[in-house]
């Protein structure tokens, strides 16, 4: 978690999300639908131990690193089963926005 709360503290996206749940906001700003193409609502979106949580799921900012490196710690798993892009996929996408 020390990674990613690093890298939110970075992202400018995570800041307006932060920004707009503390102010009380009933949408997203209108900047992250129209620039980020963001398809998320604020009402799906919860804010708990200084991170971000889309319908349960703990958003990770745009850092390729940490995406990387949260992709290849699902791919590892015997779960995934070396069966391609679809079951790692499916796997971090039970966790992970």
Do not use: W
């Amino acid at each position: 978690m020390t990674a990613i709360r690093a890298a939110y503290d970075t992202d400018d996206t995570i800041k307006k999300i932060f920004k707009a749940k503390a102010e009380g906001a009933q949408q997203l700003p209108h900047s992250l639908i129209t620039e980020m193409r963001l398809k998320i609502e604020l009402k799906d979106c919860e804010v708990r131990d200084r991170l971000v949580y889309f319908r349960k799921r703990l958003v990770i900012p745009f850092n390729n690193n940490l995406r990387e490196e949260i992709v290849q710690r699902f791919h590892n798993t015997p779960s995934a089963s070396h069966g391609g892009k679809r079951p790692t996929y499916y796997l971090v996408s039970q966790h992970y926005y």
